[in-house]
């Protein structure tokens, strides 16, 4: 497991004990007296949509006001900040298991169309109250996508041509087998 990993599963943990307290008063009002403390920490890691999603319920669980988090200065822009963690881990995600895939600059269109969508998702969950107007920068590199477009076309032929290559080699070593076959099988009959 690599550094990164191990950090995403200590935020899941974390999320899931601040949302699971169950029968634990002193630990829930430990928690409650630190909470923003808890959160912010949290927060400087988060790159899970769901978890980033929760945070306004964390809030009321423990009897913060959110509202008056998001329009503290800090606050604001410790949310923005999650949500900028979010979709660039997501564009990361992304990238990841389709840049092999790509074959068409529509397709790139579509992979940011996603991230557009989870950023309006994330601004209108974690800023309910306030129209954010804010530019995340997330957007495609193009001379990156047309490198891929370009070399995911060339492997993708290449591999249907050795595909092709590799059929006929098949097909002539099954008829060399079948007219060897054949040959013995008239070696016996003649013999017999």
Not at 68 to 90: A, H, M, P, R, T
Not at 146 to 158: C, G, L, P, V
Request: glycine share 4%; hydrophobic share 30%; charged share 35%.
């Amino acid at each position: 497991m690599n550094l990164e990993q191990g950090f995403k599963n200590i935020v899941q943990e974390i999320n899931s004990i601040l949302n699971n307290i169950g029968d634990s008063p002193l630990t829930f009002e430990y928690i409650k007296d630190h909470f923003i403390e808890f959160i912010e920490k949290m927060m400087t890691s988060i790159d899970d949509i769901g978890i980033a999603k929760n945070i306004p319920e964390l809030f009321k669980k423990y009897n913060y006001d959110y509202d008056s988090y998001c329009d503290s200065d800090e606050g604001f822009q410790k949310i923005l900040n999650v949500i900028e963690k979010v979709l660039i881990s997501n564009e990361d995600e992304l990238k990841y298991y389709r840049e092999n895939d790509v074959t068409e600059i529509e397709e790139v269109k579509d992979i940011y169309y996603e991230l557009n969508e989870i950023e309006n998702d994330l601004k209108s969950q974690l800023f309910p109250n306030n129209d954010l107007n804010y530019n995340f920068g997330i957007e495609a590199d193009d001379e990156y996508w047309k490198y891929r477009i370009i070399e995911n076309k060339e492997r993708i032929a290449f591999e249907e041509e050795q595909a092709v290559e590799d059929y006929k080699y098949y097909r002539e070593m099954e008829n060399k087998e079948k007219g060897e076959d054949r040959a013995i099988e008239d070696l016996f009959i003649k013999h017999t």
